[in-house]
Nanobody
């Protein structure tokens, strides 16, 4: 059975950093695009980042996409030996406080940052989320 699990969330002061991890059982994450999403209280889940599968990436470069709100501060990457996808979050803002989720797809959308109901995503599996709280 396929299961995704996020970890690494917690509480951090404004300007701090966290690294979220997404691990999988039952599939190889490198075979899929992996998106990070976040959900604010009372809001719809929205895209944060996406990393392409190795086969969808251009030669020698693993393509990544970011929502405008996090570009330049967040970085997503893979460690295929650990079957893990990371979201490294730097310069955290209070507005980044949310529950964060990872999910798989065949490929990344053209643009990241839209809500899940926008139709820009076609995600397959989801983890249960990890909570991030940024305090001021």
């Amino acid at each position: 059975q396929v299961q995704l699990e996020e970890s690494g969330g917690g509480s951090v002061p404004v300007g701090g950093s966290l690294r979220l991890s997404c691990t999988a059982v039952g599939l190889t994450l490198d075979d899929y695009a992996v998106g990070w999403f976040r959900q604010f209280p009372g809001r719809e889940r929205e895209g944060v980042s996406c990393i392409e599968s190795r086969s969808k990436s251009i030669s020698s470069v693993v393509s990544t996409l970011y929502a405008d709100a996090v570009r330049g501060r967040f970085t997503t990457s893979r460690d295929n030996a650990k079957n893990t996808v990371y979201l490294n979050m730097d310069s955290l803002k209070f507005e980044d406080t949310a529950d964060y989720y990872c999910s798989t797809a065949y490929e990344c959308p053209a643009i990241v940052g839209y809500p899940l109901s926008s139709g820009y995503y076609d995600m397959h599996y989801w983890g249960k989320g990890t909570s991030v709280t940024v305090s001021s």
